[in-house]
Every structure is written in C-alpha cells, then in structure tokens.
C-alpha cells in the first residue's frame, strides 16, 4: 500500500463508543478484551516496516459530532510522505 493509517484510541473511549453504538454483536465485548486487542495492534504496529504508517490516536477525535476532525485528519494524510508518522490532535473535547 502506498499508506497504512492505524486508528488509535483508549480502550476506555472504544468500549464508550460501541456502548453507545448498542449493536448486538458488539454488546459481549469486554473492557479486558478491548485491553488485549488494543495491546496486540501496538505491538503489530510499533515493528510495522512495509509501508508509511500514519498512527493516528483518536481517543479525541470524534467523527460524527465534529465534522471538523475528518478535515483536520485529511490534511495530515495528504502532508504524508514517508516513515512513521503520529497525529495527536491538539486539545480535547
């Protein structure tokens, strides 16, 4: 791939957003689970060498109410060129 974007967040946030999500089959989804898989994509990522990787940490960043932020996350993946790259928005809501 020309790029790989990994969407981040706090396992806390994920478990926040499929609570309010309420689809059936994400309700069995446990906070250590959310723990484990979050771990294992760091991990997967931190050694990640086969393309440029944006790591986008998205515990902030809230699509749906704040259109602002999928604009603010298409000017970082346009800028990007080559490497690792991080993209922490500034502030929190």
Known sequence: PDLVIYLEARPEVLLRRLRKRDRDFERGITPEYLERLTEAFRDYFHRYTEAPLLVVNCSDIDFVEHGGDLA???????AMR???????PLGSR
């Open 82 to 88: 080559q490497g690792v790259q991080h993209y922490i």
């Open 72 to 78: 603010d996350l298409i000017k970082e993946i346009r």
